[in-house]
């Protein structure tokens, strides 16, 4: 039978399953979908798939998703150009995202609708296998407190108001997946249990709230936080803040940058001695200058200067990262001393479960959609397949 590319064997390399470790094992692929896998001496049948072998000390782990990216490689959400979004979807299987949410910023209204309108019809329409694909829409802003806008631009910035983000979601073809918001300003408490009734993941972000007001979110149905530690009231001995009750509820999720510069080493060590690798998610929230030189970007009409692994406003204000989330992976292994499995945990079974995607993506597992990565030895990316296609392969350099 001639070898179908609808149907794929990686064959030799360790596989991080769902259920357990298999060394020296194989992947079958059939229409985007894992459809069988073990140890390659129980392999029978291999006619008409294209065999890829992989060197046996390689890890194949499931497709990383990033909740939380702005952009890359000279493109951003809010540029609201089908161009854009080409441009993210297919750069960023080279550092193992396979799925994400498209993140918007704080901005003029009607910036944000047509980034809203765009994704949300690119989401509908333009998705294809053989690149990350665009699960929703993370809406982080206009909703939060002026005195954490961090790169949020102020003048932007509104009270949670619900009748504007149904209007919203419907410019979004119902995309709306997660919103990060400050509980503490007016309208917020409302905000969240309307997000909990439809489905949507309340964000606790950008926000000056007490302990207890962060209690009071979770009792209305917040159940995640974003970025962790950066642009909310911080831990103290007699005020625990955002950051203690992140710690203390297991009710909340926490995305967290594990850049080294957003937060120190030491600070990502205390949070998943915390939160544990069920409590935490990696994340980028990477802006356009990704993969790109130092120099000069705009962010939200913003000057963004981008130097020595830094993204910073003229204030000196962080805006966004540059982080790829396979660095994420290999930082929060060399952080925190965790394995490999664990980061998987934070960087790719979490989020799907969050986002309610885990029967489809987040683990490889038998009928799951084929988003699969190769690290090397290094913890590299080498390989990355979007929905069974190919969408990223590392060229071997030359000796």
């Keep these: 039978m001639i070898p179908d590319d609808n149907y794929i064997l990686l064959m030799g390399v360790r596989v991080y399953s769902d259920q ?27 006619d008409g798939f294209n065999v890829i072998k992989i060197p046996a000390h390689f890890n194949a782990v499931p497709g990383f998703i990033d909740v939380h990216i702005h952009g890359v490689a000279g493109a951003d959400t809010m540029d609201a150009t089908k161009e854009a979004l080409e441009t993210m979807v297919m750069s960023l299987p080279k550092e ?34 053989g690149k990350s694909e665009i699960i929703g829409v993370h809406l982080e802003g206009p909703f939060v ?47 969240i249990r309307y997000l909990k009734a439809n489905g949507i993941i309340a964000s ?14 979770i009792e209305a149905g917040a159940n995640h936080v974003t970025h962790l530690f950066n642009q909310m009231r911080g831990l103290h001995h007699r005020e625990p803040g955002v950051v203690g009750a992140a710690f203390l509820r297991e009710e909340l999720k926490a995305e967290i940058i594990v850049d080294g510069v957003h937060v120190r080493p030491e600070m990502v060590n205390l949070a998943f001695k915390q939160k544990l690798s069920d ?6 929230d990477s802006m356009r200058a990704k993969c790109l030189k130092n120099g000069k970007y705009d962010l939200g009409g913003q000057e963004v200067t981008v130097k020595n692994g830094k993204a910073i406003l003229e204030d000196g204000t962080l805006a966004g990262s540059i982080l790829k989330l396979g660095h994420a992976v290999k930082n929060i292994i060399a952080f925190t001393g965790c394995s490999l499995g664990e980061a998987i945990e934070m960087v790719s079974v979490n989020p799907a479960k969050q986002l309610g995607i885990y029967d489809r993506k987040g683990s490889i597992s ?34």
């Design 20 to 46: 357990k470790i298999i060394d020296d094992g194989y992947i079958k692929i059939k229409n985007q979908k894992i459809i069988e896998m073990g140890s390659s001496n129980e392999l029978s049948d291999q």
């Design 96 to 129: 193992g995202t396979t799925s994400f949410l498209a993140t918007t910023m704080t901005q003029e209204g009607k910036q944000i609708e047509n980034a809203l309108i765009n994704t949300g019809k690119y989401i509908k329409e333009q998705q294809s296998p």
């Design 145 to 191: 407190n002026s005195t954490m806008a961090g790169a949020q631009p102020i003048q932007h910035i509104i009270d949670p108001d619900i009748a504007l983000l149904k209007e919203w979601q419907n410019l979004s073809n119902e995309t709306i997946k997660l919103v990060t918001l400050a509980p503490e300003r007016p309208g917020g408490l409302d905000m």
């Design 204 to 217: 606790i972000g950008h926000t000056n709230a007490t302990y207890d007001e962060v209690n009071e979110a």
């Design 279 to 284: 409590g935490l998610i990696l994340i980028t």
């Design 366 to 399: 038998v009928g799951k959609d084929a988003d699969i990565v190769i690290l090397d030895e290094e913890m590299e990316v080498y390989m990355t397949l979007c929905r069974g296609s190919l969408a990223f392969k590392r060229e071997e350099k030359s000796k």
